[in-house]
């Protein structure tokens, strides 16, 4: 039961919004039912006043010109609902879609360490569908044959209460064994959907990594994988559909046997002269809607089962409560970059809550300075990121901006002071220039060129065929790694920020694009604050100072000469990659 009044609450607040629309739709209803009951109660005059009565064919012809006029305007009220009615479940749809994709995008990175992308993408596509086609379709039909259905019961008993007595105790004997089939239907329903997101989930994981794939030969393993998975969500929706056919079965059985006794027993009241014969066929029509609208709804109840399972796990998505405190105050004025303080900060990650990554972590950055983090992996590098974009928020300690705590500030209007290019190069599919104008998109033609410039990728734009209008395939697949890199660097260029936040962003490249990224990152760090995450040192020599971290504390600082001089952390690693970069040459001269 709560999952249909999740289901009609989730209905009536998409409803809501289009009033004059669903009040058309439902007057449409009204009238094609109120054609529909008519129907009997000419057929009954027809025959009583007229066949029976020994009327001249020609005196008939009003009454049919009548009854067609009636046709008319059932299948006009008819078509008007199909168009309403549908067209109210396609804008419904898209509603709740929306709805719920917009605040999937608020929530923090940890809910989507525990949910998979794919079972997400399955609750927005199967089952927003299933809603639609609930208020697009099966609700109507539901409507329409359950006004039928009571409107022929109470004509039923205006016309013989004795019969009308038969039909409710047929309607008693058929309830009993349709609730108990339904709540199974139900229970079916939400199992079948979550089979179908674990199948999705798979197919998305797959399909994402295709060359690693490939790569391992693991096609085979895969496809029996998803073929499990699939065969999973079919044996689930096999014992569903037996359970609805069960239902269909035990409803229209059961219904139809009914009508037939009480067809007899209105024969038999015609013989003895209680009825008459326009009087039973009116009966029979009445009974037929009945018995008809009692099975049709018998059936679409499974539909109803189906789309509470689906408004269950889609209002799961939308109660989600890991959004961050997005209201406050408004950021200060970017002069030069920001000053920003770490004060005794403790961080731990929601998914390993008793292992700390920051511990009792203190850094003060100047405004407008080049700070570079360096150490090994896990260290906690790129927590300080995840902190400062507020994707979490510390445990214990503070970080203000400009004296400011920063979870004090509005979230948004922080965020439009912060530029970030991540490890991994995030291009979007479309054109090369809206990917650089994903980073402001207001932004001029002019100054879409300017931070390709200062990015060090106007070169190689300039040689594409279509120039900035160029379609970078998904993920950027048409693009080189130094390519795609340069690439983010000019949005992040472009966005103009106050605080430049790169991470990695020379990790993979090879000599010349990490060169000219270099080259780009110096350009670009003028003006304003910049931190620069690095393994390789040759990007971070030039920063202002070089912060050392290991497990969660910063270990040394200072410039790079006064590192490789304290003979510490730092040159333990300098001298690690001067040994890999000297390996690599005596390797290159082997090739050669």
């Known amino acids: 039961m709560s999952k249909f009044k999740t289901l009609g609450s989730t209905l009536f607040h998409l409803v809501a919004p289009h009033r004059a629309w ?175 997101a674990d199948s999705s989930a798979i197919a998305q994981e797959v399909l994402n990594q295709i060359t690693t794939v490939q790569a391992f030969n693991q096609e085979h393993f895969e496809t029996q994988r998803f073929e499990q998975a699939s065969e999973h969500t079919y044996n689930t929706a096999k014992r569903r559909t037996a359970n609805r056919a069960a239902l269909v079965f035990v409803a229209i059985g059961l219904a139809f046997s009914g009508l037939v006794v009480v067809l007899w027993m209105g024969a038999r009241a015609v013989g003895s002269g209680q009825m008459t014969g326009g009087e039973l066929a009116q009966f029979v029509m009445y009974a037929a809607f009945v018995g008809g609208g009692f099975a049709a709804i018998s059936e679409v109840l499974g539909e109803f089962q189906r789309a509470a399972g689906a408004a269950e796990r889609l209002v799961e998505l939308l109660n989600l409560n890991t959004t961050i405190h997005r209201h406050g105050l408004p950021p200060p004025p970017k002069q030069g970059g920001f000053h920003i303080e770490f004060n005794h900060v403790e961080c731990a990650y929601p998914s390993a809550p008793d292992k700390p990554v920051l511990r009792d972590f203190n850094l003060h950055i100047r405004r407008g300075e080049t700070l570079a983090v360096v150490g090994p992996s896990g260290a906690g590098k790129s927590t300080l990121f995840n902190l400062l974009l507020r994707w979490y928020d510390v445990n214990s300690g503070q970080i203000l901006v ?162 490789l001089a304290r003979q510490g952390l730092y040159a333990k690693l300098a001298k690690l990659q001067f040994i890999d970069q000297q390996a690599e040459k005596k390797m290159v001269k082997l090739v050669d």
């Open 22 to 196: 669903t009040a058309a739709a439902v007057a449409a209803l009204l009238l094609g039912a109120a054609m529909s009951l008519s129907l009997p109660i000419m057929f009954r005059w027809l025959i009583d006043s007229g066949f029976l009565a020994g009327q001249r064919p020609e005196g008939l012809t009003g009454a049919f010109a009548g009854l067609l006029g009636l046709v008319f305007v059932l299948a006009v009220a008819s078509a008007l609902r199909f168009f309403l009615v549908t067209t109210l479940g396609e804008r419904v749809s898209a509603d709740l879609r929306n709805k719920v994709y917009g605040h999937l995008l608020l929530q923090r990175p940890e809910f989507f360490e525990t949910l998979k992308v794919g079972e997400v993408l399955s609750r927005l596509t199967a089952d927003t569908t299933l809603i639609q086609t609930l208020v697009g379709s099966s609700l109507s039909f539901a409507l329409r044959n359950g006004l039928t259905m009571l409107g022929g019961l109470v004509m039923l008993v205006l016309t013989s209460p004795v019969l009308s007595g038969a039909v409710l105790v047929l309607v008693v004997v058929v309830m009993v064994p349709v609730v108990v089939l339904a709540r199974r239907v139900r229970k079916l329903s939400r199992a079948s959907q979550d089979k179908l």
């Open 402 to 563: 400009e004296n400011q705590p920063l979870e004090h500030l509005h979230l948004e209007q922080w965020r439009a002071n912060c530029a970030y290019v991540s490890q991994e190069p995030v291009i979007f599919s479309g054109t090369l220039e809206g990917n650089v104008r994903f980073g402001q998109t207001q932004a001029s033609l002019d100054e879409v060129q300017q931070a390709l410039a200062d990015a060090a990728a106007s070169a190689f734009v300039a040689r594409l065929p279509q120039g900035l209008q160029t379609e970078v395939g998904e993920k950027g697949v048409r693009l080189s790694g130094g390519e795609r890199q340069r690439v983010s660097l000019a949005r992040a260029i472009l966005r103009n920020a106050g605080l430049l936040l790169l991470d990695e962003a020379t990790a993979s490249l090879d000599a010349e694009s990490e060169r000219l990224v270099q080259q780009a990152i110096e350009k670009s760090r003028h003006g304003r604050t910049t931190l620069i995450i690095a393994h390789r040192l040759a990007t971070v020599m030039a920063a202002d100072r070089i912060v050392v971290m290991d497990q969660g504390r910063i270990v040394e600082m200072g410039t790079h000469r006064e590192l």
